[in-house]
């Protein structure tokens, strides 16, 4: 009714619920959405408004500043401000008003979002990656192209409906955004992380089973627990009961999970795999994990696969590979 439809919508915060919203509103109905690196200088954003020609932007409180100086440069084509928070700005609109104005119209009998065609071959996100010279190129996905991504994960892991994921990857990557369809697809729960300093408390509190994330995350977690094993002496008890599991682990017999409660207590009690991405995870690491009894994978993409090329699952590990191209 605001006229979107068919126009380019850009989004800028960290990872919400208000995000996803955005991101499903306008995917399954309303136009093209251009996610943009919430990390980014004013000057970079009002660049990659420019060249994607954005007609909409919704972003959080903590950019209102950004948004207004970029009107009054007035040199994007942005016609309409929507701010994600409830902030004394006249020229924005917000978020919550638009959800309670769309519900009265479907009140009112207005279909036309829920019968909207979506075109499946038609360019629906655009993403901004790094490239290896000049400006950050601009990727161009299709509902077909994440669509068939994830029908290939789905073929390749297995994700329960009682799972809980934590969307810790910034959904501006196609990493995060498609591994959020993902799971969303597989009935699981995703949960938001406070922040790096949280994920402990969060892993706990939200009851988390399944994190993806980059390397360094999962290295810093390991040097973490094995710190805490070597303080308390018992790191040679570690290392024989991970001989012995994994011995037994040849003829069907898993213990891991019991012989490791601790470790595992310490990681929230319920992480049950790990996925880990955009860089090379240390061999031992991962083969530590493995033998705590948490499913760890590695897998490789970019963001013109929509992302995932390659990935390793419970049934092909080899350490050091990102695995087989899923298809």
């Not at 006229?3 to 989004?11: E, P, S, Y």
């Not at 994007?76 to 994600?84: F, H, S």
């Not at 570690?238 to 490791?260: C, E, H, P, Q, Y």
Request: aromatic fraction near 10%.
């Amino acid at each position: 009714r605001l006229g979107f439809k068919g126009k380019n919508v850009a989004v800028i915060s960290k990872n919400r619920y208000e995000w996803a919203l955005t991101y499903y509103a306008v995917l399954d109905g309303v136009g093209r959405i251009i996610p943009l690196d919430k990390g980014l200088p004013e000057q970079e954003i009002e660049l990659s408004l420019i060249r994607s020609k954005a007609d909409v932007i919704v972003f959080e409180e903590s950019y209102t500043d950004i948004i207004l100086n970029i009107m009054k440069n007035n040199k994007t084509q942005l016609k309409e401000y929507i701010c994600m928070d409830n902030v004394e700005e006249n020229r924005f609109k917000k978020m919550n008003e638009l959800l309670l104005l769309g519900k009265q119209e479907m009140l009112n009998g207005n279909n036309e979002y829920l019968n909207a065609e979506i075109d499946n071959n038609a360019i629906s996100i655009v993403l901004f990656t790094s490239g290896t010279t000049s400006l950050a190129k601009a990727v161009m996905l299709s509902h077909k192209n994440i669509a068939s991504n994830i029908y290939a994960l789905t073929s390749a892991e297995k994700i329960y409906d009682t799972d809980v994921n934590i969307a810790f990857l910034p959904f501006h990557h196609t990493f995060g955004s498609t591994g959020l369809t993902f799971f969303l697809s597989c009935g699981a729960k995703n949960v938001f992380c406070d922040g790096l300093r949280h994920i402990a408390q969060n892993l706990k509190e939200y009851k988390v089973s399944v994190f993806v994330c980059v390397p360094l995350i999962l290295e810093a977690m390991h040097k973490k627990i094995m710190q805490e094993i070597e303080k308390q002496g018992k790191t040679k008890k570690v290392k024989f009961a991970m001989k012995i599991s994994n011995f037994l682990l040849k003829f069907g017999i898993d213990i891991r999970r019991k012989i490791f409660k601790d470790v595992l207590n310490n990681l929230g009690g319920n992480l049950r795999f790990v996925v880990s991405g955009a860089a090379a995870i240390d061999k031992n690491v991962a083969k530590d994990f493995n033998a705590f009894g948490i499913l760890t994978v590695q897998g490789y993409g970019l963001t013109e696969t929509s992302p995932v090329l390659c990935a390793e699952n419970a049934k092909s590990i080899r350490y050091g590979s990102v695995g087989f191209p899923v298809c």
